[in-house]
């Protein structure tokens, strides 16, 4: 079964912290996303990946940063984390026309 | 024109009747509308898709009924069973990019009450 897996479901951070989300894929697909997740706004694009240390903006960039240095792992970056960063952060794989996606990180920052 | 509407924002039904979500998009270059199933604690998960080319397409008690000219899709989740009470999302996609990113819609809270 392929898997998408983030390395932490729970973390808590302090303001100001510089934080490091995992996401490994052993799928071998080529484009990996990371995406945050808050009541009533869905699903939020951060960034992703089409290939190895390749990186796009999505349409909520700001205050993060990522980093693809081999094809099965997308790290992503909050660079001085802010309370506004709380929430669950779910990276994905995608195969033509479909995702996989971690079974996420729910980040608190205090 | 890229975004995904989506409705109701959250949904109650019996168990054994009909859940239906709705879905509208502007961008005409979408051609491929998947929806996703989020339980509690995971991440969403691929539940059925459709192409513009067909007005339907049914897996079990999951249908999507597709108006390419009303640019509508809706999920119809028949015979409702507790174990749906999930959030649903509905999404779209271009096909002929390296990319294939997804447009996701902000997504329905279902609730399948005994």
């Known amino acids: 079964d392929v898997k998408v897996t983030q390395s932490s479901r729970y973390l808590v951070k302090r303001t100001g912290e510089k934080v490091f989300l995992e996401c490994v894929q052993d799928m071998d697909h080529e484009n990996m996303f990371w995406y945050r997740q808050d009541p009533g706004l869905g699903l939020r694009l951060i960034y992703f990946?089409?290939?190895?240390?390749?990186?796009e903006k999505g349409d909520i960039p700001e205050g993060y940063s990522v980093s693809r240095e081999k094809k099965e792992r997308f790290s992503l970056i909050l660079e001085s984390a802010s309370t506004n960063q709380t929430s669950m952060y779910l990276c994905?794989?995608?195969?033509?026309?479909?995702?996989?996606f971690g079974s996420g990180t729910r980040l608190t920052v205090v | 024109q890229q975004q995904v509407k989506q409705s109701p924002q959250s949904l109650i039904v019996q168990k054994g009747g009909i859940s239906i979500i709705n879905c509208a998009y502007e961008n005409t270059a979408f051609d491929y509308f998947p929806w996703y199933q989020q339980f509690p604690g995971k991440g969403p998960a691929l539940l059925i898709a459709?192409?513009?080319?067909?007005s339907e397409k049914k897996e079990g008690r999951f249908t999507i009924s597709f108006n390419k000219s009303a640019k509508q899709f809706s999920l119809h989740i028949m015979d409702s069973q507790p174990g749906d009470s999930a959030t649903y999302f509905c999404?779209?996609?271009?096909?002929?990019?390296?990319?294939?990113?997804?447009?996701f819609g902000p997504g329905t809270s279902l609730s399948v009450i005994p």
């Open positions: 999404a779209a996609s271009k096909g002929g990019t390296s990319y294939d990113k997804v447009i």
């Open positions: 459709i192409r513009p080319d067909v």
């Open positions: 990946s089409y290939d190895v240390k390749m990186k």
């Open positions: 994905a794989s995608s195969y033509p026309y479909g995702y996989t």
